[in-house]
């Protein structure tokens, strides 16, 4: 079975660049996270959606990010204008009914901000 | 924020060595889980909890609830050299907050010994 697919797997962007990545949750699973990692912060939650509908957002630093799931099989975090401090690794997870905090994990993005 | 600690922060492994880490809090946790995470990889879900005193079982990892519900324990018996990586602890707090809102611990890391 395919697990969460998450696109691009590195990107390298200069300051004050769009940044968007993208993520396909597992097929049948209704709720999705986005959460990012830093050496300094660990494994923080951004954001997450339940039935494509945004539940909690109190993790969003700023409002450069925004997330969006527009249909259950999609999923995308955009940071406008993006910023040398945003550089970290992201996640996405996904986690079947029921079973809300059995998260599994996506690849991630390895984003640098220059 | 509420905050897990996890220790040790890093051990050394030995092939055949049983190991043992910890998650504690401050405060009461409803849901345990424990993660493994490898370079350039996401994290993998390996064990859930969800009772007071609950012991699971995955494979060699053994993992428990513990009574106060205010921490976690990991084993593992008989490690090989495949167990290397970052094991995280993540549980859902008992106090209000979403219902998606997992807290990581800062990791243990594992590695073999030279």
């Known amino acids: 079975d395919a697990g969460v697919i998450q696109s691009p797997r590195h990107e390298v962007t200069e300051m004050g660049q769009e940044v968007t990545l993208r993520c396909k949750p597992i097929s049948g699973h209704n709720s999705l996270f986005w959460y990012r990692q830093t050496m300094m912060r660990g494994l923080e939650l951004l954001i997450y959606f339940n039935n494509n509908v945004p539940i909690d957002d109190s993790g969003m630093p700023e409002d450069r990010f925004s997330a969006k799931m527009p249909n259950a099989s999609f999923s995308t975090l955009k940071i406008q204008p993006s910023e040398p401090r945003d550089s970290a690794v992201y996640f996405c997870a996904s986690s079947p009914r029921a079973r809300l905090y059995e998260q599994y994990f996506g690849p991630g993005t390895r984003l640098t901000v220059t | 924020g509420q905050q897990l600690n996890q220790s040790p922060q890093s051990m050394f492994i030995q092939e055949g060595e049983d190991v043992s880490m910890n998650c504690t809090s401050s405060?009461?946790?409803?849901?345990w889980l424990w993660y493994k995470q490898e370079p350039g990889e996401g994290p993998v879900l390996l064990i859930a909890?969800?009772?007071?005193?609950e012991l699971t079982s995955n494979g060699r990892l053994t993992a428990q609830f513990g009574i106060t519900r205010k921490d976690s324990f990991l084993n593992i018996s008989a490690s090989i050299p495949s167990d290397v990586g970052i094991y995280f602890c993540a549980g859902r707090p008992n106090y209000g907050g979403s219902q998606g809102n997992l807290i990581f611990g800062k990791g243990t890391k594992l590695s073999v010994k030279p």
């Open positions: 909890l969800y009772k007071a005193g």
């Open positions: 405060s009461i946790f409803n849901t």
